[in-house]
Nanobody
Framework: QVQLVESGGGLVQAGGSLRLSCAAS????????MGWYRQAPGKQREFVAL???????SYADSVKGRFTISRDNGKNTVYLQMNSLKPEDTAVYYC?????????WGQGTQVTVSS
């Protein structure tokens, strides 16, 4: 089992920045990749960013150039630095950990961007 705890959400004005954190615990040795997804009201959950165990990263087109995913292996933590935030970035952000045959999710953290 893998446990994920997100933090860092909040309210920010358009153009501002936030950094989300996701601390992993449990059977973290078998995690292949970790990422961030988000879900806005009335919409499906969507992919935001991913970082593999080898350090490769990928991003949704909507956040490229504004968001950066990174990790601190010593702290078993993944970060999402979000810059130039837009009102359309408003959503609940979920941390995700991928193992070969299973996915794990955090409880989510609310990000609200005011115009």
């Amino acid at each position: 089992q893998v446990q994920l705890v997100e933090s860092g959400g909040g309210l920010v004005q358009a153009g501002g920045s936030l950094r989300l954190s996701c601390a992993a615990s449990g059977s973290i040795f078998s995690i292949n990749a970790m990422g961030w997804y988000r879900q806005a009201p009335g919409k499906q959950r969507e992919f935001v960013a991913l970082i593999t165990s080898g350090g490769s990263t990928s991003y949704a087109d909507s956040v490229k150039g504004r968001f950066t995913i990174s990790r601190d292996n010593g702290k078993n933590t993944v970060y999402l630095q979000m810059n130039s935030l837009k009102p359309e970035d408003t959503a609940v952000y979920y941390c995700n950990a991928k193992r070969t045959y299973s996915d794990y999710w955090g409880q989510g953290t609310q990000v609200t961007v005011s115009s």
